[in-house]
């Protein structure tokens, strides 16, 4: 959905961003956005609680969906702006560390595709490294 919307993929991918959802205990399913009705999507699903990052809170599409879904009982909470977390910050890091890399003749996986560990922190891991989910 992001490449569609913003035309570039998110950082993190989307199979990791729901596996990170869905380990959530309050979270009952964590389901894939696919298209960009998101009332389309609760007609599928059904859900209660639709969450969405503070950013639209109080603008125009914010309050048109807070409209759509409240008139089917949905209710939309906002998740606070992380001031710390930078998906800007991260591509460009990221962009300087592959650029590094190539002046170094130094191979660095690519995506790089972050996990968490044991102790909250993020590891880098290649998709080749990945351990399967079954």
């Given at each position: 959905m992001?490449v569609?919307t913003?035309?570039?993929?998110?950082?993190?991918p989307?199979?990791?961003?729901?596996?990170?959802?869905r380990?959530?205990?309050?979270?009952?399913?964590?389901?894939?956005?696919?298209?960009?009705d998101?009332?389309?999507t609760?007609?599928?699903?059904?859900?209660?609680?639709?969450?969405k990052?503070?950013?639209w809170?109080g603008?125009?599409?914010?309050?048109?969906l807070?409209?759509?879904?409240?008139?089917?009982?949905?209710?939309?909470v906002?998740?606070?702006?992380?001031?710390?977390t930078?998906?800007?910050?991260?591509?460009?890091t990221?962009?300087?560390?592959?650029?590094g890399?190539a002046l170094?003749?130094?191979?660095?996986?690519s995506?790089?595709?972050f996990?968490p560990?044991?102790?909250?922190?993020?590891?880098?891991r290649?998709?080749?490294s990945?351990?399967?989910?079954?």
């Amino acid at each position: 959905m992001l490449v569609a919307t913003k035309g570039r993929a998110p950082v993190v991918p989307l199979a990791e961003r729901l596996e990170i959802v869905r380990s959530v205990r309050y979270v009952d399913e964590a389901v894939a956005e696919v298209v960009p009705d998101k009332l389309e999507t609760w007609r599928e699903l059904k859900f209660d609680i639709f969450f969405k990052g503070d950013d639209w809170r109080g603008t125009e599409k914010g309050l048109a969906l807070e409209r759509r879904f409240a008139e089917v009982g949905v209710e939309v909470v906002y998740f606070p702006y992380t001031v710390t977390t930078s998906s800007t910050a991260l591509r460009r890091t990221l962009d300087i560390i592959q650029a590094g890399a190539a002046l170094l003749d130094v191979r660095v996986p690519s995506p790089c595709v972050f996990s968490p560990t044991a102790r909250g922190r993020s590891i880098p891991r290649t998709a080749s490294s990945r351990r399967s989910a079954s």
